[in-house]
């Protein structure tokens, strides 16, 4: 049952600027979420094992963001604005509520630059709004490479269908989201992949890595942000029991391996993550993928 509640704040100032996302404020509409994906890292046993049970709706989020974003501008106090930094922007409940596209009207009136990260298609929706706030936004004054006041990031673990079922059951599946990908990159946003997590043997293969790279970079993206898995706690709803639970059922040959590399941390062992980064830093190299948002934006913009 979606619950719809008052808050008293929703634009976000962070305290340091993500130097991979850029994010300078940040605007969550809802809370939870409905694409359920096993590795998110808000899981715990405030939402329980299906998130899409604890939906809520912000109903004075539009309101806020008004007066915030009003009071920042005053100030000349202009930032990119991450939509959304703990759920997805786009879940369902947004063909019924819509606020995301009224925040991007309320954005778009008060000129601020925004960054969406998103694994939905409805994007497509908004991208007439988006052009306008491209073109509109006064950018952060140091920042002024970007050029255009929009940057659209689609999350991906994997492009793998099956793959997604398992571990993104209630999202979009890969290939609407790299339908969807092509349509964005046609309307020429500054767009990339946050190819987050990479689950350990099953899409951080060397087969499975040079297949995502090559189809992102045919597709045209202009960045790419690969990052390993991180997993919290060990009750019924935490991320790591989920996906302990995943492993067990559809890799059971993997799952000593999953309990040795998570035995003492909630992250990958430091050789891992070395030889992670390693292999990265070469598969951009070689598909010539930039993991930087500013260098992207100076590459399209200049060339």
């Known amino acids: 049952m979606i619950k ?31 694409f359920n994906c096993l590795y998110c890292y808000i899981r715990g046993s405030r939402y329980g094992t299906n998130l899409e049970k604890k939906l809520s709706v912000k109903t004075n989020a539009i309101e806020l963001l008004d007066k915030q974003l009003a009071n920042r501008a005053r100030k000349g106090q202009y930032g990119i604005i991450v939509l959304s930094s703990v759920t997805d922007p786009y879940l369902q409940i ?19 630059p925004v960054h969406i990260i998103t694994k939905s298609d409805m994007i497509s929706r908004d991208f007439e709004l988006l052009k306008e706030i491209e073109q509109n936004a006064i950018l952060p004054s140091d920042l002024p490479q970007l050029k255009k006041g929009v940057i659209i990031s689609f999350s991906f673990s994997t492009i793998q269908n099956n793959i997604g079922k398992i571990f993104e059951p209630g999202a979009p ?35 499975q ?60 062992p430091a050789y891992y993550q070395n030889a992670f980064r390693k292999k990265m830093n070469e598969l951009c190299q070689e598909y010539g993928l930039h993991n930087d948002i500013i260098k992207a934006a100076v590459r399209k913009y200049t060339s």
């Open 4 to 34: 719809e509640i008052e808050v008293t704040s929703v634009l976000n100032k962070t305290k340091k600027r993500d130097p991979w996302f850029l994010d300078d404020y940040t605007f969550n509409p809802y809370s939870s979420c409905s």
């Open 94 to 112: 947004e063909k019924e509520y819509k606020l995301t596209q009224q925040a991007l009207e309320v954005i778009l009136k008060h000129k601020f």
């Open 173 to 207: 599946l890969p290939t609407k989201r790299i339908e969807t990908l092509r349509h964005t990159i046609n309307q020429g946003f500054l767009t990339g992949v946050s190819f987050m997590p990479l689950i350990p043997h099953i899409t951080d293969t060397s087969e």
């Open 209 to 268: 890595l040079h297949q995502s790279f090559k189809l992102f970079k045919d597709i045209g993206v202009d960045y790419i942000f690969p990052a390993t898995i991180t997993l919290f706690g060990n009750g019924k709803a935490d991320s790591k029991t989920l996906i302990f639970n995943a492993i067990e059922k559809y890799y059971p040959e993997l799952l000593e391996k999953y309990k040795k590399f998570f035995a003492t941390s909630t992250q990958m």
